[in-house]
């Protein structure tokens, strides 16, 4: 506050100050006149000694400000102005960063919107058995003004829903009292299609299957000690864009570790976390961390809209997918892998150290035994 007083020029001060002593003298003479609505008495004069102080500083405060600072007692109450625009930006932006949401809206009150949609969206999760970071949560915002971050004239009327998932919404635009619709809407934007592959010849499969350019596929695999809770929200954004998404669970068994690592040779394999999109015998990987959203505007770079279902490869993006491997190639990388297997196992590196430590004890002993002997002389 005091930086920005000291900012003013002197005219402005000038100015400011005599306009502070208006207010003052307005204040005060309104205050004075305060006994001839309350009746003469000490009444008035006390709760003017009271007022006045505060009646200064409110002037000194707000005469320190420029005009574009100036605030109203709609500000302060949360009414028309940036304070819930900005609280439930915030909110959109926590809970949507890594899950989703439902947000009502509302012009009024909507009290019997606000007490039946949360309940659907509970039962909602509960029959799908969606916890923690998967479930669907709710909120609700009364509409005054346009919300920075989505198009109010993709919502028909009010009040409405939205759903929101990795910087994107979903309108509803229909009747938000009618259960059965509401659920119906919420069946149809839950839908994921996924891929479980069991064996290294479905793994093979997939990588082998995308000469076709409409075959486009997301592996998203994470291990214990680095988990991915929020994979099923990523396998919901690549569906949105007709990828199929493709889950595996770390470690792999030795013959899918060996697909998945010698066909995608730049892979690391001592990673924790893949996330790969393969596309026209090719494949792209994106590293680092990574969220939902991050996801989304990957897959807008590499299929830009207006190119259509088919783009055109960009090389610094893109890596080619290998040959399928023989069945010679199989075996001898399965042995390979043994063999680093055994090699890193703590009980034989154990064991190797202690039959290392006891030959050299027993070559010191015999260098010291015969040392003394009558060899030695």
């Not at 000694?49 to 109450?77: G, K, Q």
Request: proline content about 6%.
């Amino acid at each position: 506050m005091r930086v920005t007083c000291l900012m003013l020029d002197v005219k402005s001060r000038k100015r400011k100050k005599e306009r502070k002593t208006q207010d003052t003298r307005f204040l005060c003479t309104r205050l004075c006149n305060a006994k001839h609505l309350t009746g003469a008495g000490l009444a008035p004069r006390v709760e003017m000694l009271v007022l006045l102080p505060i009646a200064v500083t409110l002037v000194s405060f707000t005469t320190c400000l420029p005009e574009s600072h100036f605030f109203s007692l709609a500000n302060f109450i949360g009414s028309e102005d940036e304070t819930p625009r900005s609280r439930t930006s915030a909110i959109v932006e926590q809970r949507t960063e890594l899950g989703r949401m439902v947000l009502l809206l509302c012009t009024k009150t909507c009290a019997k919107h606000r007490s039946e949609v949360p309940v659907w969206v509970k039962e909602f999760n509960h029959a799908r058995k969606y916890e923690g970071i998967e479930a669907i949560t709710y909120y609700y915002h009364t509409f005054r003004q346009p919300l920075p971050f989505f198009n109010e004239t993709i919502l028909t009327h009010m009040p409405n829903l939205i759903y929101f998932i990795a910087q994107k919404s979903f309108p509803y635009n229909g009747d938000p009292s009618n259960k059965a619709s509401v659920m119906s809407w919420l069946d149809e934007i839950d839908q994921m299609r996924r891929i479980e592959p069991t064996n290294h010849l479905e793994l093979d499969a997939i990588m082998s299957g995308t000469t076709n350019c409409s075959n486009k596929y997301l592996i998203i695999a994470s291990s214990e000690q680095c988990p991915m809770d929020y994979w099923s929200n990523i396998a919901r954004v690549a569906t949105e864009y007709g990828i199929f998404p493709v889950h595996l669970v770390l470690p792999l068994p030795p013959l899918m570790n060996i697909i998945l690592f010698k066909r995608l040779a730049y892979l690391d394999p001592s990673g924790c976390q893949v996330l790969v999109l393969l596309y026209e015998d090719n494949y792209s990987e994106l590293s680092g961390d990574v969220n939902p959203g991050a996801v989304r505007e990957w897959i807008q770079v590499l299929f830009p809209e207006e190119e259509g279902d088919c783009p055109a490869l960009q090389d610094i993006f893109w890596q080619p997918i290998k040959d399928s491997l023989t069945e010679l190639q199989l075996l001898y990388f399965t042995g390979e892998q043994e063999i680093q297997i055994f090699n890193h196992r703590k009980s034989y590196v154990l064991v190797g150290l202690t039959g290392g430590v006891a030959v050299i004890a027993l070559a010191m002993s015999i260098f010291w035994g015969l040392n003394g002997s009558a060899f030695a002389g």
